[in-house]
């Protein structure tokens, strides 16, 4: 009886998720024909953390003296981008700064929605390594916070964070036709060459996996 225990407890095998290997953003436009394009993705450097929590309410009504239904209202993704720098470009087109002639950044610009891609690693308990690649496709930045601090016996770096939300985009959708907000990639064997295209392009739910030259087409 005790053998036949074991063998039924399976574990899938034991992992964690951990480390920004890298992150980058992309520009989202209309095009003359008022179709949604993403922009080249660019290496967002000095990326310290992301954090992205979703809520979503659920809200019972009662009848009978019991509950009647209960309705579930949209979710709500909101967080914030940490880093010790950030790319200019990425202020003037995405935290609301707007460049002068000088040089200068002032806080007159736009805040332009982008899609945000970044890259963590997974451990398994056997020390072996792989990727995991999220996308949020509708991100929008606030006015980024931080502090300042006098250097003392040993100086520390200063920290932006930049408040962001992230909504479903209208231009990404799934196989029902839905708006999809954010897709997650684990990095396998026969998707690895998608890895490789994010630093190109956006990956979207329906990015075809690059094919292998050297691997002769079927048929």
């Not at 039924?8 to 992992?15: A, H």
């Not at 999220?134 to 929008?140: A, D, L, M, Q, S």
């Amino acid at each position: 009886m005790a053998n036949d225990v074991a063998t039924t407890k399976k574990y899938d095998k034991r992992t964690a998720t951990h480390g920004n290997s890298w992150g980058a953003f992309a520009k989202i436009t209309n095009d003359s024909a008022g179709e949604t394009q993403f922009g080249t993705p660019k290496i967002f450097t000095g990326l310290r953390a992301n954090s992205f929590e979703t809520t979503q309410d659920s809200n019972p009504y009662y009848a009978d003296n019991l509950e009647h239904i209960r309705l579930t209202g949209a979710k709500a993704v909101e967080g914030s981008i940490k880093a010790y720098q950030f790319p200019r470009q990425f202020a003037i087109d995405h935290m609301g700064y707007k460049e002068t002639e000088n040089g200068g950044l002032i806080d007159t610009g736009t805040f332009g929605n982008f899609v945000w891609q970044f890259v963590e690693t997974i451990t398994d308990q056997f020390g072996g390594e792989t990727e995991q690649l999220t996308i949020y496709y509708n991100v929008k930045a606030s006015a980024p916070t931080a502090e300042t601090a006098t250097d003392e016996d040993s100086a520390e770096p200063k920290e932006f964070e930049i408040p962001v939300t992230a909504s479903p985009n209208p231009a990404v959708i799934d196989g029902d036709g839905k708006a999809v907000t954010v897709m997650t990639i684990t990095k396998d064997e026969k998707n690895a060459a998608l890895f490789d295209l994010a630093y190109q392009q956006v990956i979207l739910p329906d990015t075809k996996i690059p094919s292998d030259p050297e691997t002769p087409a079927e048929g």
